[in-house]
């Protein structure tokens, strides 16, 4: 089995220096380039006169001139957009980026690098979106083990909801009669990784968002799903629901209950929707799965080689991401890492993505170093998140 000892030791010493962080400040804003306004430069040309004396060469040239003015009568709209200087084309690029709604801006964005720019204009504006635009529609979403909905917006849009389970400061113990895949979903831990994403300087995650909902209004009131609306209950006062899922997630024991009639839940940005693909997003098995057989695996043995020739596109890029992924885990505690999703829009070439951390801050007390199997058996890191761990363990603007 593969070892080693100096760089591994100087990452565990900055994560876990990183635990203790109290706060970390969310962003660094950097100040915009300031453009070099260029001088434009002047064309002079010279023109001949030349005196005719003959007539024929009169008519010559009037013939000419006419045929040159019948050219620019005809002159398609690829030879006009030539002339645009490029600074105008710019210019125009912005104002139609400008003109569209925050979601749309995020959409159109994306890179097979990040979700998201570091200093992307629209986030605080699509952050208030998701939060407080009207609700037109609300849709059982059946996917997955656990319960969650979808909201439609009136402009199109689409927000994946995940409802408050747990309170924010009740701790999952993580024994043997609480075993992680008996681990509810919590609505704070996709905002928290939302966040923590953005900290970290990855851009992974798509924008999410908290929200207070009215039960009756938002949902029963816009909801035409039978099956799920018969599962509303009331307890203690409160307006609950057990919703229609697997059966040890979705019972009366488990209801989800708000406040009287307000429930809190997260928001999460749809990603668009992939040309030629039924997806926008397609799935691989995670190499250091904690689930129970897979982990059997990379438990007993080293599988960093194996991983490194698996990998399809041929690249670091994925194989960085992967660690990174570790790491990301190893911080939010997240032992429902089974596969690994990437943009079906660029295939082999997309980052790998950072969605869906709901079993995530389960238990800040809970320190599992198995989480970076990937940094100690691959012995490898990426320099900008060796680099920016070290400099938010060393950051002291708490």
Same mark, same amino acid.
């Given at each position: 089995m593969?070892t080693?000892?100096?760089?591994t030791r100087?990452?565990?010493?900055i994560i876990?220096?990183?635990?203790?962080?109290?706060?970390?400040a969310?962003?660094?804003?950097?100040l915009l380039?300031?453009?070099?306004?260029?001088?434009g430069?002047?064309?002079?040309?010279?023109?001949?006169?030349q005196?005719?004396?003959?007539?024929?060469?009169?008519?010559?040239h009037?013939?000419q001139?006419?045929?040159?003015?019948?050219?620019?009568?005809?002159?398609?709209?690829n030879?006009?957009?030539?002339?645009?200087?490029?600074?105008?084309?710019?210019?125009?690029?912005?104002?139609?980026?400008?003109?569209?709604?925050?979601w749309?801006?995020?959409q159109?964005?994306?890179t097979?690098?990040f979700m998201?720019?570091?200093?992307?204009?629209y986030?605080q504006?699509?952050?208030?979106?998701? +939060?407080h635009?009207?609700?037109?529609?609300?849709r059982l979403?059946?996917?997955?083990?656990q319960?969650?909905?979808l909201?439609?917006f009136?402009?199109?849009?689409?927000g994946?909801?995940k409802? *408050?389970?747990?309170?924010?400061n009740e701790?999952y113990p993580?024994?043997?009669e609480?075993?992680? !895949?008996l681990?509810?979903e919590r609505?704070?831990?996709?905002?928290?990784?939302?966040?923590?994403?953005?900290?970290l300087?990855?851009r992974r995650?798509?924008p999410?968002?908290?929200?207070?909902?009215?039960?009756?209004?938002d949902?029963i009131q816009?909801c035409?799903d039978?099956?799920f609306?018969?599962?509303?209950?009331?307890?203690?006062g409160?307006l609950?629901?057990?919703?229609?899922?697997?059966? !040890?997630?979705?019972?009366?024991?488990?209801?989800?209950?708000?406040?009287e009639e307000?429930?809190?839940?997260s928001?999460?940005?749809?990603l668009p929707?992939a040309p030629?693909?039924?997806?926008?997003?397609?799935?691989?098995?995670?190499p !250091?799965?904690?689930?129970?057989?897979?982990?059997?695996? !990379?438990?007993?043995?080293?599988?960093?080689d194996d991983?490194f020739?698996?990998? *399809?596109?041929?690249?670091?890029? +994925?194989f960085?991401?992967?660690?990174?992924?570790?790491?990301?885990?190893?911080l939010i505690?997240?032992?429902?890492?089974?596969?690994?999703?990437?943009l079906?829009q660029?295939?082999?070439?997309?980052?790998?993505?950072?969605?869906?951390?709901?079993?995530?801050f389960?238990n800040h007390?809970?320190?599992?170093?198995t989480?970076? +199997?990937?940094?100690? *058996?691959?012995?490898?890191?990426?320099?900008?998140?060796?680099?920016r761990l070290t400099?938010?363990?060393?950051?002291?603007?708490?």
């Amino acid at each position: 089995m593969t070892t080693c000892f100096g760089p591994t030791r100087k990452v565990f010493r900055i994560i876990f220096v990183l635990i203790l962080i109290n706060s970390v400040a969310l962003f660094y804003y950097f100040l915009l380039k300031l453009e070099n306004l260029e001088n434009g430069s002047n064309f002079v040309g010279q023109r001949a006169i030349q005196k005719k004396s003959d007539s024929q060469q009169q008519f010559k040239h009037a013939l000419q001139s006419e045929q040159h003015n019948q050219h620019d009568n005809n002159i398609n709209v690829n030879e006009m957009q030539i002339l645009i200087p490029p600074k105008e084309k710019e210019k125009v690029h912005k104002a139609k980026i400008s003109a569209q709604k925050p979601w749309q801006q995020f959409q159109s964005g994306i890179t097979k690098d990040f979700m998201y720019p570091k200093d992307a204009p629209y986030m605080q504006d699509l952050l208030d979106y998701l +939060a407080h635009t009207e609700i037109k529609e609300t849709r059982l979403f059946k996917s997955g083990s656990q319960f969650k909905l979808l909201f439609l917006f009136a402009d199109g849009n689409t927000g994946l909801v995940k409802p *408050q389970r747990m309170k924010i400061n009740e701790i999952y113990p993580y024994t043997n009669e609480h075993p992680f !895949w008996l681990d509810p979903e919590r609505h704070s831990a996709e905002i928290a990784s939302f966040h923590l994403d953005r900290i970290l300087n990855f851009r992974r995650s798509v924008p999410i968002a908290g929200r207070r909902i009215n039960m009756t209004e938002d949902i029963i009131q816009k909801c035409d799903d039978k099956e799920f609306l018969d599962t509303f209950i009331k307890k203690d006062g409160n307006l609950c629901f057990i919703g229609v899922c697997v059966p !040890w997630f979705c019972n009366e024991d488990r209801a989800m209950c708000g406040v009287e009639e307000i429930m809190e839940v997260s928001v999460s940005q749809f990603l668009p929707q992939a040309p030629k693909s039924r997806y926008p997003v397609f799935d691989r098995p995670y190499p !250091w799965s904690q689930g129970i057989k897979e982990s059997k695996v !990379w438990k007993g043995a080293n599988v960093c080689d194996d991983v490194f020739k698996g990998l *399809q596109n041929g690249k670091d890029r +994925a194989f960085l991401d992967l660690i990174d992924l570790g790491i990301f885990d190893f911080l939010i505690v997240n032992y429902d890492r089974h596969h690994y999703s990437m943009l079906s829009q660029f295939k082999n070439e997309s980052f790998i993505t950072l969605l869906d951390n709901g079993k995530g801050f389960g238990n800040h007390k809970k320190d599992d170093i198995t989480f970076l +199997a990937p940094v100690y *058996q691959c012995c490898k890191i990426r320099r900008s998140t060796y680099n920016r761990l070290t400099e938010l363990s060393q950051d002291k603007k708490k």
